[in-house]
């Protein structure tokens, strides 16, 4: 499945943004999916995730609160709400899927197979 990422801009502490993942495929039901970040220098980490079955997303702790990943199987699309950003927040970040992860497996960026390109998110103080 292809993936493409959205949504991602310059803005200051404390303001919010929404990402966008769009994905080709008819609907997105029964695709574990995830988001990750990068930031320049460090290891990709997990931020959020939603299980194939559409059950509670988990989240990171220094999100918890802050952030809110949600899903529309319908229109293939998957969100990462971000409230309350901090420039720690300061990143790439990228969507990821797939069908077969289990629940174990969520936080695990080499548990997903299909990536987006990532969309960049700077936050200033």
């Known amino acids: 499945v292809q993936l493409q990422a959205s949504g991602g801009g310059s803005v200051q502490a404390g303001e919010s943004l929404r990402l966008s993942c769009a994905a080709s495929v008819r609907t997105l039901s029964g695709y574990g999916l995830g988001w990750f970040r990068q930031a320049p220098g460090k290891r990709r980490e997990f931020v959020a995730a939603s299980p194939r079955t559409g059950g509670t997303a988990l989240y990171t702790n220094s999100v918890k609160g802050r952030f809110t990943m949600s899903r529309d199987n319908a229109k293939s699309t998957v969100y990462l709400l971000m409230n309350s950003l901090e420039p720690e927040d300061t990143a790439v970040y990228y969507c990821?899927?797939?069908?077969?992860?289990?629940?174990?497996?969520?936080?695990?960026?080499?548990?997903?197979?299909?990536w987006g390109q990532g969309t960049q998110v700077t936050v200033s103080s």
């Open positions: 990821a899927a797939n069908p077969r992860i289990i629940y174990s497996s969520l936080g695990e960026p080499s548990s997903y197979d299909s």
